[in-house]
């Protein structure tokens, strides 16, 4: 006697498309980004950085 195969059923290949429509130029004139201060906002507030620690400090690496 022949052993009889179970077979799977036969699954049709499905291909799918999405179709996104972007909108643009809604955000573009929304924010304003200004890094300075008020007196002069296209020039960002620098100071010198100062680092109270000292060379021989313990690190965890």
């Given at each position: 006697m022949k052993k009889q195969e179970k077979r799977k059923p036969y699954v049709v290949p499905r291909v799918d498309a999405t179709v996104?429509?972007?909108e643009q130029g809604i955000a573009a004139g929304s924010a304003s980004v200004n890094p300075?201060?008020?007196s002069n906002p296209s020039n960002p507030k620098t100071e010198d950085w100062f680092d109270g620690g000292g060379q021989n400090s313990d690190f965890d690496i």
């Amino acid at each position: 006697m022949k052993k009889q195969e179970k077979r799977k059923p036969y699954v049709v290949p499905r291909v799918d498309a999405t179709v996104v429509v972007l909108e643009q130029g809604i955000a573009a004139g929304s924010a304003s980004v200004n890094p300075g201060d008020s007196s002069n906002p296209s020039n960002p507030k620098t100071e010198d950085w100062f680092d109270g620690g000292g060379q021989n400090s313990d690190f965890d690496i």
